[in-house]
């Protein structure tokens, strides 16, 4: 899935900015600096992951958004490869930031900060 859509964002770059065809060999990093573009689609998607996550923990336990992301189905799994699940890709988005641990969501002017909404404080 991640392959599928950084395929389909560097597509778009070619066509639209660079003008340049696959046929061509020109590498992605070279057209993102010719692009000026610093962050790829999947970097966009974990932010705004990041930035639910936030808005969801502040809500109170009754809401449903809320009781959606705590909820653990009580049936067994299925053989195989087990399913990722949501807030698995969020702890690991979280892992990944520097400035971002599990429980700064609480603190919403450092979290916006971690997440990229804000520039400063």
């Known amino acids: 899935m991640e392959q599928r859509l950084l395929a389909l964002e560097m597509d778009f770059w070619r066509r639209s900015g660079a003008g340049v065809s696959r046929m061509e060999r020109i590498q992605n990093k070279k057209i993102r600096e010719s692009m000026h573009i610093q962050h790829t689609i999947i970097d966009e998607i974990e932010r705004r992951q990041l930035v639910w ?14 009781k959606v992301l705590k909820w653990i189905p009580s049936e067994r799994r299925k053989r195989g490869r087990p399913k990722a699940m949501r807030i698995g890709g969020i702890h690991k988005a979280i892992s990944e930031k520097p400035n971002l641990h599990p ?6 002017k450092g979290w916006q900060l971690g997440t990229g909404r804000r520039r400063t404080l």
């Open 103 to 108: 429980g700064d969501w609480e603190n919403r």
């Open 53 to 66: 996550y936030g808005h969801v923990e502040i809500m109170s336990e009754d809401r449903i958004p809320k």
